[in-house]
Protein backbone atom coordinates (compact mmCIF):
# COMPACT_ATOMS: atom_id res chain seq x y z
CA UNK A 1 0.00 0.00 0.00
CA UNK A 2 2.75 2.53 1.13
CA UNK A 3 4.66 1.06 -1.81
CA UNK A 4 1.97 2.34 -4.31
CA UNK A 5 1.19 5.72 -2.81
CA UNK A 6 5.12 6.10 -3.01
CA UNK A 7 4.83 5.23 -6.89
CA UNK A 8 2.15 7.33 -7.00
CA UNK A 9 3.47 10.19 -6.16
CA UNK A 10 6.67 9.97 -7.73
CA UNK A 11 4.75 9.97 -10.93
CA UNK A 12 2.88 13.04 -10.06
CA UNK A 13 6.05 14.71 -9.54
CA UNK A 14 7.34 13.91 -12.19
CA UNK A 15 4.30 14.99 -13.95
CA UNK A 16 4.56 18.38 -12.28
CA UNK A 17 7.90 18.30 -13.64
CA UNK A 18 7.15 18.20 -16.66
CA UNK A 19 4.60 20.48 -16.89
CA UNK A 20 6.40 23.04 -15.64
CA UNK A 21 8.98 22.62 -17.37
CA UNK A 22 6.79 22.47 -20.77
CA UNK A 23 5.14 25.70 -19.95
CA UNK A 24 8.37 27.43 -19.27
CA UNK A 25 9.91 25.87 -22.61
CA UNK A 26 6.54 27.37 -24.73
CA UNK A 27 6.66 30.57 -23.14
CA UNK A 28 10.10 31.01 -23.85
CA UNK A 29 10.12 29.84 -27.38
CA UNK A 30 7.02 31.69 -27.60
CA UNK A 31 8.56 35.20 -26.50
CA UNK A 32 12.04 34.27 -29.01
CA UNK A 33 9.58 33.84 -32.10
CA UNK A 34 7.94 37.12 -31.39
CA UNK A 35 10.85 38.81 -31.09
CA UNK A 36 12.07 37.19 -34.02
CA UNK A 37 8.73 38.63 -35.89
CA UNK A 38 9.49 42.08 -34.45
CA UNK A 39 12.75 42.13 -35.85
CA UNK A 40 11.85 41.43 -39.15
CA UNK A 41 9.04 43.50 -38.54
CA UNK A 42 10.74 46.82 -37.65
CA UNK A 43 13.61 46.08 -40.68
CA UNK A 44 10.13 45.80 -43.44
CA UNK A 45 8.97 49.72 -41.57
CA UNK A 46 11.92 50.77 -41.64
CA UNK A 47 12.59 50.07 -45.35
CA UNK A 48 9.36 51.61 -46.17
CA UNK A 49 10.02 54.63 -44.68
CA UNK A 50 12.95 55.15 -46.80
CA UNK A 51 10.32 55.22 -49.67
CA UNK A 52 8.50 57.37 -48.47
CA UNK A 53 11.07 59.82 -47.62
CA UNK A 54 12.28 59.77 -51.27
CA UNK A 55 8.34 59.72 -52.26
CA UNK A 56 8.66 63.03 -50.49
CA UNK A 57 11.54 64.36 -51.76
CA UNK A 58 10.23 63.34 -55.39
CA UNK A 59 6.76 65.05 -55.11
CA UNK A 60 8.96 68.58 -54.20
CA UNK A 61 11.01 68.00 -57.56
CA UNK A 62 7.51 67.77 -59.58
CA UNK A 63 6.04 70.71 -58.08
CA UNK A 64 9.21 72.92 -58.90
CA UNK A 65 8.94 71.26 -62.61
CA UNK A 66 5.27 72.11 -62.74
CA UNK A 67 5.53 75.29 -61.70
CA UNK A 68 8.47 75.89 -64.27
CA UNK A 69 7.07 74.18 -66.87
CA UNK A 70 4.61 77.58 -67.56
CA UNK A 71 7.30 79.19 -68.25
CA UNK A 72 9.10 77.14 -71.02
CA UNK A 73 8.23 78.95 -74.24
CA UNK A 74 11.81 79.35 -76.14
CA UNK A 75 10.30 83.01 -77.50
CA UNK A 76 9.59 84.12 -73.53
CA UNK A 77 11.54 87.46 -72.25
CA UNK A 78 11.28 86.06 -68.50
CA UNK A 79 13.62 89.09 -67.49
CA UNK A 80 11.51 92.13 -67.72
CA UNK A 81 9.71 93.74 -65.03
CA UNK A 82 6.58 92.22 -65.70
CA UNK A 83 8.03 88.39 -66.16
CA UNK A 84 10.21 88.25 -63.25
CA UNK A 85 6.81 89.71 -61.60
CA UNK A 86 5.02 86.74 -61.96
CA UNK A 87 7.89 84.54 -61.56
CA UNK A 88 8.35 86.56 -57.27
CA UNK A 89 4.99 85.78 -56.93
CA UNK A 90 5.49 82.02 -57.18
CA UNK A 91 7.84 81.74 -55.15
CA UNK A 92 5.28 83.01 -52.70
CA UNK A 93 2.60 80.55 -53.31
CA UNK A 94 4.90 77.80 -53.40
CA UNK A 95 6.43 77.96 -49.91
CA UNK A 96 9.57 74.98 -50.84
CA UNK A 97 10.48 77.45 -53.69
CA UNK A 98 13.28 80.15 -52.15
CA UNK A 99 14.32 81.75 -55.92
CA UNK A 100 13.33 81.07 -59.75
CA UNK A 101 16.49 82.72 -61.92
CA UNK A 102 17.06 82.37 -65.13
CA UNK A 103 20.47 81.36 -66.58
CA UNK A 104 22.52 81.76 -69.91
CA UNK A 105 23.58 78.28 -71.31
CA UNK A 106 27.28 78.73 -70.05
CA UNK A 107 25.48 79.09 -66.43
CA UNK A 108 25.56 83.17 -66.13
CA UNK A 109 23.14 84.85 -63.92
CA UNK A 110 20.48 86.55 -66.15
CA UNK A 111 18.18 87.60 -63.67
CA UNK A 112 16.45 86.24 -60.09
CA UNK A 113 13.32 86.72 -58.36
CA UNK A 114 15.75 87.42 -55.30
CA UNK A 115 15.49 91.08 -54.07
CA UNK A 116 19.62 91.04 -54.14
CA UNK A 117 21.45 89.63 -56.28
CA UNK A 118 22.83 86.57 -54.45
CA UNK A 119 23.14 83.27 -55.93
CA UNK A 120 22.44 80.21 -53.27
CA UNK A 121 24.46 77.86 -55.40
CA UNK A 122 27.18 78.99 -57.15
CA UNK A 123 29.98 80.45 -55.40
CA UNK A 124 32.86 82.26 -56.73
CA UNK A 125 33.60 80.53 -60.56
CA UNK A 126 33.00 77.42 -59.28
CA UNK A 127 30.29 75.05 -61.43
CA UNK A 128 27.67 73.45 -59.56
CA UNK A 129 27.89 69.67 -60.82
CA UNK A 130 24.49 68.58 -63.24
CA UNK A 131 22.81 65.37 -62.75
CA UNK A 132 20.39 64.35 -65.80
CA UNK A 133 17.03 63.62 -64.87
CA UNK A 134 15.05 60.70 -66.98
CA UNK A 135 14.32 63.70 -69.12
CA UNK A 136 17.69 65.11 -69.96
CA UNK A 137 16.53 68.61 -69.69
CA UNK A 138 15.39 68.67 -66.28
CA UNK A 139 18.59 68.46 -64.61
CA UNK A 140 19.38 69.18 -60.45
CA UNK A 141 22.37 70.83 -58.77
CA UNK A 142 23.02 70.32 -55.68
CA UNK A 143 24.42 73.12 -52.63
CA UNK A 144 28.01 73.36 -52.32
CA UNK A 145 26.93 73.43 -48.71
CA UNK A 146 26.24 69.91 -47.44
CA UNK A 147 23.40 69.66 -45.68
CA UNK A 148 21.64 72.61 -46.50
CA UNK A 149 18.79 71.31 -47.73
CA UNK A 150 18.91 73.39 -50.70
CA UNK A 151 19.54 72.36 -54.36
CA UNK A 152 17.99 73.66 -57.92
CA UNK A 153 15.56 72.28 -60.54
CA UNK A 154 16.77 73.69 -63.54
CA UNK A 155 14.96 73.43 -66.90
CA UNK A 156 17.12 73.90 -70.35
CA UNK A 157 15.06 75.56 -73.11
CA UNK A 158 16.46 75.14 -76.22
CA UNK A 159 20.09 76.73 -76.55
CA UNK A 160 18.58 80.03 -75.73
CA UNK A 161 18.46 80.04 -71.94
CA UNK A 162 17.71 77.68 -68.51
CA UNK A 163 15.01 78.30 -65.96
CA UNK A 164 15.58 77.24 -62.04
CA UNK A 165 14.36 76.99 -59.30
CA UNK A 166 16.07 76.46 -55.96
CA UNK A 167 14.37 74.09 -53.87
CA UNK A 168 14.12 74.20 -49.45
CA UNK A 169 13.30 70.32 -48.43
CA UNK A 170 15.08 70.21 -44.79
CA UNK A 171 11.28 70.44 -43.38
CA UNK A 172 10.42 67.41 -45.63
CA UNK A 173 12.14 64.98 -43.25
CA UNK A 174 11.52 66.38 -40.08
CA UNK A 175 8.30 63.74 -38.78
CA UNK A 176 10.21 61.01 -41.09
CA UNK A 177 11.04 58.90 -38.05
CA UNK A 178 8.78 57.37 -34.79
CA UNK A 179 9.39 59.44 -31.92
CA UNK A 180 11.13 55.50 -30.09
CA UNK A 181 13.02 55.98 -33.26
CA UNK A 182 14.65 59.55 -33.56
CA UNK A 183 17.45 60.04 -30.89
CA UNK A 184 19.10 57.04 -32.42
CA UNK A 185 18.59 57.34 -36.50
CA UNK A 186 19.58 59.62 -39.24
CA UNK A 187 18.30 60.23 -42.58
CA UNK A 188 19.83 61.67 -45.45
CA UNK A 189 18.51 62.91 -48.88
CA UNK A 190 21.20 63.04 -51.62
CA UNK A 191 21.57 64.13 -55.47
CA UNK A 192 23.85 62.29 -57.50
CA UNK A 193 25.71 59.77 -56.46
CA UNK A 194 26.90 61.60 -53.03
CA UNK A 195 25.94 65.32 -52.51
CA UNK A 196 24.28 65.26 -49.53
CA UNK A 197 22.05 67.95 -49.63
CA UNK A 198 19.73 67.21 -46.67
CA UNK A 199 20.48 65.68 -43.13
CA UNK A 200 18.42 64.74 -40.38
CA UNK A 201 18.91 63.16 -37.01
CA UNK A 202 22.45 61.37 -35.96
CA UNK A 203 23.20 57.79 -35.22
CA UNK A 204 25.88 58.98 -32.39
CA UNK A 205 25.05 56.78 -29.18
CA UNK A 206 25.33 53.30 -31.21
CA UNK A 207 27.85 51.40 -28.81
CA UNK A 208 31.18 49.84 -30.24
CA UNK A 209 29.70 46.49 -30.74
CA UNK A 210 26.21 47.10 -32.63
CA UNK A 211 26.37 47.87 -36.16
CA UNK A 212 24.35 50.52 -37.59
CA UNK A 213 21.30 49.03 -40.17
CA UNK A 214 21.11 51.20 -43.36
CA UNK A 215 18.28 51.46 -45.97
CA UNK A 216 18.08 53.31 -48.86
CA UNK A 217 15.81 54.05 -51.93
CA UNK A 218 16.48 55.91 -55.30
CA UNK A 219 14.43 56.97 -57.77
CA UNK A 220 13.99 56.14 -61.04
CA UNK A 221 12.77 59.34 -62.36
CA UNK A 222 14.98 61.90 -60.71
CA UNK A 223 19.04 61.53 -59.59
CA UNK A 224 17.72 61.34 -56.04
CA UNK A 225 18.07 58.93 -53.21
CA UNK A 226 17.37 58.89 -49.68
CA UNK A 227 19.38 56.88 -47.24
CA UNK A 228 18.23 55.67 -43.74
CA UNK A 229 20.11 54.72 -40.51
CA UNK A 230 19.83 53.37 -37.45
CA UNK A 231 21.30 51.15 -34.35
CA UNK A 232 21.08 47.82 -33.74
CA UNK A 233 20.10 48.72 -30.40
CA UNK A 234 17.26 50.93 -31.15
CA UNK A 235 15.79 48.83 -33.81
CA UNK A 236 15.46 46.08 -31.11
CA UNK A 237 13.82 48.42 -28.75
CA UNK A 238 11.12 49.78 -31.34
CA UNK A 239 7.47 48.27 -31.07
CA UNK A 240 7.88 46.40 -27.65
CA UNK A 241 5.15 43.50 -27.40
CA UNK A 242 3.70 43.32 -23.90
CA UNK A 243 5.51 41.03 -22.47
CA UNK A 244 2.74 39.75 -19.42
CA UNK A 245 0.43 38.84 -22.02
CA UNK A 246 2.87 36.52 -24.35
CA UNK A 247 4.71 35.03 -21.60
CA UNK A 248 1.31 34.07 -20.32
CA UNK A 249 -0.22 32.73 -23.52
CA UNK A 250 2.81 30.79 -24.01
CA UNK A 251 3.10 29.12 -20.72
CA UNK A 252 -0.56 28.58 -20.58
CA UNK A 253 0.04 26.76 -24.21
CA UNK A 254 2.86 25.25 -22.54
CA UNK A 255 1.43 23.49 -19.80
CA UNK A 256 -1.70 22.44 -21.36
CA UNK A 257 0.69 20.81 -24.18
CA UNK A 258 2.85 19.47 -21.31
CA UNK A 259 -0.37 17.93 -19.51
CA UNK A 260 -0.88 15.77 -22.49
CA UNK A 261 2.06 14.80 -22.29
CA UNK A 262 2.63 13.86 -19.14
CA UNK A 263 -1.13 12.24 -19.04
CA UNK A 264 0.32 10.35 -22.27
CA UNK A 265 4.64 8.86 -21.18
CA UNK A 266 3.69 8.63 -17.70
CA UNK A 267 0.68 6.08 -18.03
CA UNK A 268 1.25 3.00 -16.01
CA UNK A 269 2.98 0.90 -17.98
CA UNK A 270 0.49 -1.86 -18.96
CA UNK A 271 1.01 -5.06 -17.50
CA UNK A 272 2.41 -7.20 -20.23
CA UNK A 273 5.16 -3.69 -20.34
CA UNK A 274 5.86 -4.29 -16.63
CA UNK A 275 6.07 -8.37 -16.95
CA UNK A 276 8.74 -7.60 -19.99
CA UNK A 277 11.04 -5.37 -17.99
CA UNK A 278 10.33 -7.63 -15.29
CA UNK A 279 12.04 -10.40 -16.93
CA UNK A 280 14.57 -8.08 -18.42
CA UNK A 281 15.61 -7.31 -14.76
CA UNK A 282 16.08 -10.25 -13.32
CA UNK A 283 12.73 -9.56 -10.61
CA UNK A 284 11.15 -13.61 -11.56
CA UNK A 285 12.77 -15.79 -9.18
CA UNK A 286 12.60 -19.22 -8.44
CA UNK A 287 11.13 -20.64 -5.05
CA UNK A 288 11.44 -23.89 -4.00
CA UNK A 289 8.84 -26.68 -2.80
CA UNK A 290 10.39 -29.89 -1.48
CA UNK A 291 9.32 -33.49 -2.36
CA UNK A 292 9.78 -35.86 -0.15
CA UNK A 293 9.28 -39.27 0.44
CA UNK A 294 5.63 -40.00 2.16
CA UNK A 295 7.17 -43.17 4.14
CA UNK A 296 10.10 -41.51 5.06
CA UNK A 297 9.62 -37.85 4.95
CA UNK A 298 13.22 -37.71 2.94
CA UNK A 299 13.44 -34.50 0.65
CA UNK A 300 14.33 -36.02 -2.45
CA UNK A 301 13.75 -33.51 -5.18
CA UNK A 302 11.87 -29.79 -5.35
CA UNK A 303 9.78 -28.09 -7.37
CA UNK A 304 10.45 -24.70 -8.81
CA UNK A 305 7.96 -21.47 -8.30
CA UNK A 306 8.29 -18.97 -9.89
CA UNK A 307 7.99 -15.04 -7.43
CA UNK A 308 8.06 -11.69 -9.03
CA UNK A 309 10.19 -9.91 -6.71
CA UNK A 310 9.66 -6.11 -7.07
CA UNK A 311 12.52 -3.41 -6.77
CA UNK A 312 10.40 -2.29 -4.22
CA UNK A 313 10.34 -5.36 -2.23
CA UNK A 314 6.95 -6.51 -3.01
CA UNK A 315 6.46 -10.62 -3.81
CA UNK A 316 3.99 -11.18 -6.34
CA UNK A 317 2.56 -14.95 -6.82
CA UNK A 318 2.46 -16.17 -10.04
CA UNK A 319 -1.54 -16.52 -10.10
CA UNK A 320 -1.65 -12.44 -11.39
CA UNK A 321 1.21 -13.31 -14.07
CA UNK A 322 1.11 -16.05 -15.69
CA UNK A 323 -1.80 -15.75 -17.27
CA UNK A 324 -0.41 -12.78 -18.92
CA UNK A 325 3.19 -14.40 -19.50
CA UNK A 326 0.79 -17.35 -21.17
CA UNK A 327 -1.00 -14.74 -23.38
CA UNK A 328 1.98 -12.83 -24.37
CA UNK A 329 4.04 -15.40 -25.28
CA UNK A 330 6.39 -13.79 -22.50
CA UNK A 331 5.98 -17.42 -20.82
CA UNK A 332 9.02 -18.21 -23.21
CA UNK A 333 11.75 -15.77 -22.06
CA UNK A 334 10.64 -16.25 -18.44
CA UNK A 335 10.79 -19.80 -18.24
CA UNK A 336 14.13 -20.09 -19.84
CA UNK A 337 15.80 -17.81 -17.44
CA UNK A 338 13.66 -19.04 -14.72
CA UNK A 339 15.11 -22.78 -15.62
CA UNK A 340 18.56 -20.97 -15.90
CA UNK A 341 18.87 -19.18 -12.76
CA UNK A 342 17.40 -22.20 -10.70
CA UNK A 343 19.98 -24.65 -12.40
CA UNK A 344 22.98 -22.43 -11.64
CA UNK A 345 22.19 -21.69 -7.89
CA UNK A 346 20.99 -25.08 -7.15
CA UNK A 347 24.33 -26.70 -9.22
CA UNK A 348 26.26 -27.20 -5.67
CA UNK A 349 23.05 -28.99 -4.21
CA UNK A 350 22.70 -31.21 -7.34
CA UNK A 351 26.52 -31.68 -7.81
CA UNK A 352 26.36 -33.94 -4.17
CA UNK A 353 23.04 -35.62 -4.73
CA UNK A 354 22.82 -37.07 -8.04
CA UNK A 355 19.36 -38.47 -7.54
CA UNK A 356 17.69 -35.45 -6.60
CA UNK A 357 15.32 -34.30 -8.95
CA UNK A 358 14.22 -30.42 -9.63
CA UNK A 359 11.15 -30.44 -11.42
CA UNK A 360 9.86 -26.83 -13.49
CA UNK A 361 6.30 -26.01 -14.90
CA UNK A 362 6.11 -25.84 -18.18
CA UNK A 363 2.94 -24.70 -20.38
CA UNK A 364 1.99 -26.96 -22.65
CA UNK A 365 1.93 -23.83 -25.67
CA UNK A 366 5.90 -23.84 -24.76
CA UNK A 367 6.57 -27.27 -24.60
CA UNK A 368 4.90 -27.94 -28.24
CA UNK A 369 7.05 -24.86 -29.84
CA UNK A 370 9.46 -26.13 -32.90
CA UNK A 371 13.12 -25.54 -30.59
CA UNK A 372 11.59 -26.17 -27.31
CA UNK A 373 14.12 -28.85 -26.53
CA UNK A 374 16.97 -27.70 -28.45
CA UNK A 375 16.72 -24.89 -26.38
CA UNK A 376 16.38 -26.49 -23.11
CA UNK A 377 19.76 -28.46 -23.61
CA UNK A 378 21.80 -25.53 -24.61
CA UNK A 379 20.57 -23.60 -21.24
CA UNK A 380 20.78 -27.01 -19.04
CA UNK A 381 24.12 -27.37 -20.91
CA UNK A 382 25.24 -23.94 -19.91
CA UNK A 383 24.76 -24.52 -15.96
CA UNK A 384 26.31 -27.57 -16.32
CA UNK A 385 23.71 -29.72 -15.05
CA UNK A 386 22.41 -33.67 -15.95
CA UNK A 387 19.25 -33.57 -17.93
CA UNK A 388 18.11 -36.99 -15.60
CA UNK A 389 17.95 -34.86 -12.67
CA UNK A 390 15.67 -32.87 -14.77
CA UNK A 391 11.34 -32.73 -14.28
CA UNK A 392 9.38 -31.26 -16.67
CA UNK A 393 5.58 -30.66 -15.79
CA UNK A 394 2.99 -30.29 -18.01
CA UNK A 395 -0.57 -29.19 -16.28
CA UNK A 396 -3.46 -30.82 -17.13
CA UNK A 397 -5.82 -27.96 -16.52
CA UNK A 398 -5.31 -26.73 -20.00
CA UNK A 399 -5.87 -28.65 -23.52
CA UNK A 400 -2.81 -29.02 -24.65
CA UNK A 401 -2.95 -27.14 -28.62
CA UNK A 402 -1.62 -30.10 -30.94
CA UNK A 403 -1.83 -33.46 -28.68
CA UNK A 404 0.00 -35.44 -31.96
CA UNK A 405 2.87 -33.11 -31.24
CA UNK A 406 2.76 -32.84 -27.26
CA UNK A 407 3.16 -36.57 -27.41
CA UNK A 408 5.76 -36.64 -29.92
CA UNK A 409 7.90 -33.99 -28.25
CA UNK A 410 7.31 -36.05 -24.65
CA UNK A 411 9.22 -39.04 -26.32
CA UNK A 412 12.16 -36.83 -27.87
CA UNK A 413 12.51 -35.54 -24.47
CA UNK A 414 12.60 -38.52 -22.74
CA UNK A 415 14.74 -39.75 -24.98
CA UNK A 416 17.17 -36.88 -24.31
CA UNK A 417 17.09 -37.67 -20.71
CA UNK A 418 14.57 -35.54 -19.04
CA UNK A 419 11.43 -36.78 -17.18
CA UNK A 420 7.80 -35.77 -17.62
CA UNK A 421 5.51 -35.10 -14.79
CA UNK A 422 1.53 -34.94 -15.64
CA UNK A 423 0.42 -32.02 -12.85
CA UNK A 424 -2.52 -31.54 -11.56
CA UNK A 425 -3.64 -34.73 -12.61
CA UNK A 426 -7.58 -35.45 -11.69
CA UNK A 427 -8.40 -31.20 -11.79
CA UNK A 428 -7.95 -31.05 -15.99
CA UNK A 429 -8.99 -31.36 -19.17
CA UNK A 430 -8.40 -35.24 -20.55
CA UNK A 431 -8.65 -36.95 -17.49
CA UNK A 432 -6.89 -40.20 -17.67
CA UNK A 433 -6.24 -39.79 -21.28
CA UNK A 434 -3.52 -37.61 -21.16
CA UNK A 435 -1.81 -40.49 -18.64
CA UNK A 436 -2.01 -42.82 -21.30
CA UNK A 437 -0.80 -40.57 -23.93
CA UNK A 438 2.12 -39.11 -22.81
CA UNK A 439 3.05 -42.28 -20.31
CA UNK A 440 4.85 -39.67 -17.78
CA UNK A 441 7.68 -40.40 -15.33
CA UNK A 442 5.82 -38.88 -12.41
CA UNK A 443 1.91 -38.27 -11.69
CA UNK A 444 1.04 -36.09 -10.00
CA UNK A 445 -2.35 -36.05 -7.90
CA UNK A 446 -4.39 -32.70 -7.50
CA UNK A 447 -4.84 -31.19 -4.44
CA UNK A 448 -8.17 -31.30 -4.86
CA UNK A 449 -8.23 -35.09 -3.91
CA UNK A 450 -5.03 -34.70 -1.52
CA UNK A 451 -7.66 -32.70 0.65
CA UNK A 452 -10.10 -35.25 1.41
CA UNK A 453 -8.23 -37.93 1.44
CA UNK A 454 -8.47 -40.54 4.14
CA UNK A 455 -12.10 -38.78 4.69
CA UNK A 456 -13.52 -39.35 1.57
CA UNK A 457 -14.49 -42.73 0.00
CA UNK A 458 -15.00 -41.16 -3.74
CA UNK A 459 -11.61 -39.60 -3.33
CA UNK A 460 -9.84 -42.76 -2.29
CA UNK A 461 -11.33 -44.97 -4.76
CA UNK A 462 -10.04 -42.24 -7.18
CA UNK A 463 -6.48 -42.35 -5.52
CA UNK A 464 -6.38 -45.89 -5.68
CA UNK A 465 -6.95 -46.10 -9.35
CA UNK A 466 -4.15 -43.41 -9.83
CA UNK A 467 -2.06 -45.48 -7.78
CA UNK A 468 -3.02 -48.48 -9.59
CA UNK A 469 -2.24 -47.19 -13.05
CA UNK A 470 0.43 -45.34 -12.07
CA UNK A 471 2.13 -48.84 -11.31
CA UNK A 472 1.19 -50.55 -14.16
CA UNK A 473 2.55 -47.28 -16.33
CA UNK A 474 5.86 -47.31 -13.87
CA UNK A 475 5.42 -44.14 -13.13
CA UNK A 476 5.98 -42.73 -9.57
CA UNK A 477 3.06 -41.24 -7.69
CA UNK A 478 3.72 -37.41 -5.89
CA UNK A 479 0.34 -36.57 -4.00
CA UNK A 480 0.23 -32.22 -3.83
CA UNK A 481 -0.91 -29.87 -1.26
CA UNK A 482 -0.24 -32.02 1.67
CA UNK A 483 -1.02 -30.24 5.15
CA UNK A 484 -1.92 -32.72 8.15
CA UNK A 485 -0.08 -35.90 8.82
CA UNK A 486 -3.80 -37.55 8.72
CA UNK A 487 -3.26 -36.96 5.13
CA UNK A 488 0.08 -38.36 4.67
CA UNK A 489 -0.47 -41.15 6.26
CA UNK A 490 -3.45 -41.54 4.47
CA UNK A 491 -1.93 -40.93 0.97
CA UNK A 492 1.36 -43.35 2.44
CA UNK A 493 -1.06 -46.56 3.11
CA UNK A 494 -3.10 -46.20 -0.23
CA UNK A 495 0.57 -46.48 -2.30
CA UNK A 496 1.19 -42.70 -2.78
CA UNK A 497 5.29 -42.72 -2.94
CA UNK A 498 5.61 -39.02 -3.07
CA UNK A 499 4.41 -35.77 -1.65
CA UNK A 500 4.56 -32.34 -1.52
CA UNK A 501 2.97 -29.88 0.94
CA UNK A 502 2.83 -27.09 3.85
CA UNK A 503 3.74 -29.91 6.01
CA UNK A 504 6.86 -30.16 5.54
CA UNK A 505 7.48 -26.70 3.65
CA UNK A 506 5.86 -23.70 1.71
CA UNK A 507 7.70 -22.70 -1.35
CA UNK A 508 10.85 -21.07 -0.05
CA UNK A 509 14.11 -19.07 -1.25
CA UNK A 510 17.46 -20.79 -2.31
CA UNK A 511 18.94 -20.34 1.35
CA UNK A 512 15.80 -21.10 3.07
CA UNK A 513 15.49 -23.94 0.98
CA UNK A 514 18.98 -24.61 1.64
CA UNK A 515 18.78 -24.98 5.14
CA UNK A 516 15.75 -27.26 5.34
CA UNK A 517 17.61 -30.04 3.47
CA UNK A 518 20.42 -29.69 5.66
CA UNK A 519 18.10 -29.99 8.63
CA UNK A 520 16.54 -32.62 7.25
CA UNK A 521 19.31 -34.54 6.01
CA UNK A 522 20.84 -33.68 10.05
CA UNK A 523 17.66 -35.06 11.34
CA UNK A 524 17.55 -38.58 9.05
CA UNK A 525 21.06 -39.03 10.09
CA UNK A 526 20.58 -38.63 14.06
CA UNK A 527 17.71 -40.81 13.62
CA UNK A 528 19.28 -43.74 11.87
CA UNK A 529 21.71 -43.84 14.28
CA UNK A 530 19.02 -43.90 17.41
CA UNK A 531 15.75 -44.97 16.22
CA UNK A 532 14.39 -44.27 19.56
CA UNK A 533 14.52 -40.48 17.93
CA UNK A 534 11.95 -41.50 15.33
O1 LIG B 1 2.73 -21.35 -5.44
P1 LIG B 1 2.02 -21.16 -6.44
O2 LIG B 1 1.09 -20.02 -6.13
O3 LIG B 1 3.39 -20.89 -6.77
O4 LIG B 1 1.80 -21.46 -7.96
C1 LIG B 1 0.57 -21.22 -8.62
C2 LIG B 1 0.56 -21.83 -9.97
O5 LIG B 1 1.37 -21.05 -10.83
C3 LIG B 1 1.13 -23.23 -10.01
O6 LIG B 1 0.16 -24.19 -9.89
C4 LIG B 1 1.77 -23.30 -11.36
O7 LIG B 1 0.89 -23.91 -12.29
C5 LIG B 1 1.97 -21.87 -11.77
N1 LIG B 1 3.39 -21.61 -11.82
C6 LIG B 1 4.25 -21.33 -10.82
N2 LIG B 1 5.49 -21.18 -11.29
C7 LIG B 1 5.43 -21.38 -12.61
C8 LIG B 1 6.37 -21.39 -13.66
O8 LIG B 1 7.56 -21.18 -13.48
N3 LIG B 1 5.93 -21.64 -14.92
C9 LIG B 1 4.63 -21.88 -15.19
N4 LIG B 1 4.28 -22.11 -16.45
N5 LIG B 1 3.70 -21.88 -14.24
C10 LIG B 1 4.09 -21.67 -12.96
O1 LIG C 1 2.02 -26.28 -10.44
P1 LIG C 1 1.17 -26.75 -9.23
O2 LIG C 1 -0.26 -26.54 -9.37
O3 LIG C 1 1.55 -28.13 -8.86
O4 LIG C 1 1.74 -25.82 -8.08
C1 LIG C 1 1.51 -26.13 -6.75
C2 LIG C 1 0.69 -25.05 -6.13
O5 LIG C 1 0.20 -25.51 -4.90
C3 LIG C 1 1.50 -23.82 -5.81
O6 LIG C 1 0.66 -22.72 -5.88
C4 LIG C 1 1.89 -24.07 -4.36
O7 LIG C 1 2.21 -22.86 -3.65
C5 LIG C 1 0.63 -24.69 -3.85
N1 LIG C 1 0.84 -25.56 -2.68
C6 LIG C 1 1.84 -26.43 -2.45
N2 LIG C 1 1.65 -27.09 -1.26
C7 LIG C 1 0.49 -26.61 -0.73
C8 LIG C 1 -0.22 -26.89 0.47
O8 LIG C 1 0.14 -27.74 1.29
N3 LIG C 1 -1.37 -26.20 0.67
C9 LIG C 1 -1.80 -25.28 -0.21
N4 LIG C 1 -2.94 -24.65 0.06
N5 LIG C 1 -1.17 -25.01 -1.37
C10 LIG C 1 -0.02 -25.67 -1.62
MN1 LIG D 1 3.38 -27.79 -10.74
Known amino acids: MAVTIARRSYRAVLSALVVVSSALAFAWAGWAGLENLRAQRNLAQLEELSGQLLQRAELAIDYAVITLGDYTAPSNDLCNIDALRALRQQTFIRGAIKDIAVLAPDGQLMCSTAPVQFDLLTSGSARVPEYESRNASIVLQPSHTEGSGLFRVLWRIGGTHSIAAT ?157 IAEASGLIVPMTERLVAQALTEMAPLLFDRPDFKIAFNIDPAHFAQPGFLEALDQIVAQAGSSKSCIVLEL ?140
Open 167 to 323: LNIDMLMFDIFPAQLRDEALAEIRIGPQDVVARFGDVASTAPNETARAFSATSDRYPVSVALATSEGSLRNWNPWPLAPVLAIGATAGAIIGLLAAQTFMRPPSPVDALRSAIRRGELVPYYQPIFELATSRIVGCEVLVRWRRRDGELVFPDRFIP
Open 395 to 534: TERSAFPDMKQAVAVTIEARKRGYRISLDDTGAGHNGLGHIQDLSPDIIKIDKKFVDVAGTAEAADAIIEVLVKLGQRMGAVMVAEGIETEDQRAALAIAGVAQGQGYLVSRPVPLAAFRALIRDHELLAQVTTRDPQMA
